[in-house]
T-cell receptor, first 112, second 113 residues
Framework: GAGVSQSPSNKVTEKGKDVELRCDPISGHTALYWYRQSLGQGLEFLIYFQGNSAPDKSGLPSDRFSAERTGGSVSTLTIQRTQQEDSAVYLC??????????FGSGTRLTVV | GIQVEQSPPDLILQEGANSTLRCNFSDSVNNLQWFHQNPWGQLINLFYIPSGTKQNGRLSATTVATERYSLLYISSSQTTDSGVYFCAVEQLKGLGSQGNLIFGKGTKLSVKP
């Protein structure tokens, strides 16, 4: 597609429920990244996928967070047993070598 | 890990004024990007500029990789320039390889009419 697409744009969930966030990267981009941004804060790296290599999960804050990328394209970020501190905007980006990142519009997650 | 420092943290301008935002980084980099996050939260890629100078309309950027800093120039500022400007760097790896960007804390710009 023309840009990075994320869904849903907004998600309200009850504490303890699981959520899945989806990212559809730009076609042909080999790398895909997940970040989160809490209110008024900078961007916190979560995980990235590069081609067929094992993902870099070094930024995931706890084992409740996981992500997969199917067929080198669409990615899903899953948060299990959500907590209130998980509330944030979750941003996905994709990139190609020497082209820089393109971000999606994000998913605003609110845990109540 | 690599450190990214942006200055100033906050900036208020009168419409029409010029400004310079600075980004210092602590190690050699593969990639440096400037982003604008508008008031609706959308992150827009302004420049991919690991070295050299680029211009796009009223905006230009210069990265001096050997001295580990980058500058973003905004000329004739407009109210629509308001938002947060982020500098982000990727630590030096092999040619063509990609890694995660480390973001600075941003410069919050407010342009008054």
């Amino acid at each position: 597609g023309a840009g990075v697409s994320q869904s849903p744009s907004n998600k309200v969930t009850e504490k303890g429920k699981d959520v899945e966030l989806r990212c559809d990267p730009i076609s042909g981009h080999t790398a895909l990244y997940w970040y989160r941004q809490s209110l008024g804060q900078g961007l916190e790296f979560l995980i990235y996928f590069q081609g067929n290599s094992a993902p870099d999960k070094s930024g995931l804050p706890s084992d409740r967070f996981s992500a997969e990328r199917t067929g080198g394209s669409v990615s899903t970020l899953t948060i299990q047993r959500t907590q209130q501190e998980d509330s944030a905007v979750y941003l996905c980006a994709s990139s190609a070598p020497y082209r820089g990142y393109t971000f999606g519009s994000g998913t605003r997650l609110t845990v109540v | 890990g690599i450190q990214v420092e942006q200055s100033p943290p906050d900036l208020i301008l009168q419409e029409g004024a010029n400004s310079t935002l600075r980004c210092n980084f602590s190690d050699s980099v593969n990639n440096l990007q400037w982003f604008h996050q508008n008031p609706w939260g959308q992150l827009i890629n302004l420049f991919y500029i690991p070295s050299g100078t680029k211009q796009n309309g009223r905006l230009s950027a210069t990265t001096v990789a050997t001295e580990r800093y980058s500058l973003l120039y905004i000329s004739s500022s407009q109210t629509t320039d308001s938002g947060v400007y982020f500098c982000a760097v990727e630590q030096l790896k092999g040619l063509g390889s990609q890694g995660n960007l480390i973001f600075g804390k941003g410069t919050k710009l407010s342009v008054k009419p």
